[in-house]
């Protein structure tokens, strides 16, 4: 399959770009620094806010159980997208303000996942429970978040990776390699 390069031509308003998902229905999105952008027919559609402006620099992206699109941005936290237009910001759930949202994952409806710069949080009945090293995590430098087929969160840092065990984040080492390799071939 050939490869191609994406750029300003199709669309995209720079071409720094920092995250990509394709949803269960075929879409593809695009995050980067210069906001959120639908694949279509070949060209790169800017998702645009209510006021029409695009949104903050994506860092990282997530499908909701009901089809919708968490957006983790560089400063304006975490919006949604759902049936194409984007919720206004007080309409989502959020977390320390100035949190950098570097990871999303919905583990089971309603509860959001966050990881940030700033640590690691659950966001389940409205509220935000907030996970440091003090819970066993290696740093609080958040960067991505993943479901393994058992239904175990992985989290990975800048100062290497954890998994949820027993409530509490358990380190991993290097020697724990085939649990790393299950990562990239699962969900």
């Known amino acids: 399959m050939p490869v191609r390069n994406v750029t300003t031509r199709e669309g995209l308003a720079d071409a720094y770009v920092r995250t990509l998902l394709e949803t269960p229905d075929g879409q593809l ?26 949104l903050d620099s ?34 989502t759930p959020q ?14 409806p309603g509860r959001l996942w966050v990881g940030t710069n700033a640590g690691l ?16 995590l290696p740093s609080d430098h958040i960067r991505r978040l993943h479901q393994d087929r058992r239904g175990v969160l992985w989290v990975a840092s800048n100062a290497g990776l954890a998994r949820l065990e ?13 649990e790393l390799q299950s990562l990239g071939s699962s969900r």
């Open 29 to 54: 999105y695009i995050g980067g620094a210069s906001g959120l952008y639908a694949w279509e027919a070949g060209r790169a559609v800017p998702i645009l806010d209510v006021d029409g402006r695009r």
């Open 95 to 108: 977390v320390s303000a100035g949190a950098e949202i570097r990871g999303l994952l919905e583990a089971a």
């Open 121 to 136: 949080y659950r966001i389940e009945d409205g509220r935000a429970f907030a996970y440091t090293r003090a819970e066993g």
């Open 166 to 178: 027993q409530g509490r984040f358990q380190a991993r080492s290097e020697e724990h390699t085939s």
């Open 58 to 91: 994506v860092l990282s992206l997530a499908v909701g159980a009901d089809a919708a699109l968490w957006v983790g941005t560089y400063t304006a936290g975490i919006r949604r997208v759902r049936d194409g237009v984007v919720e206004p910001r007080a309409a």
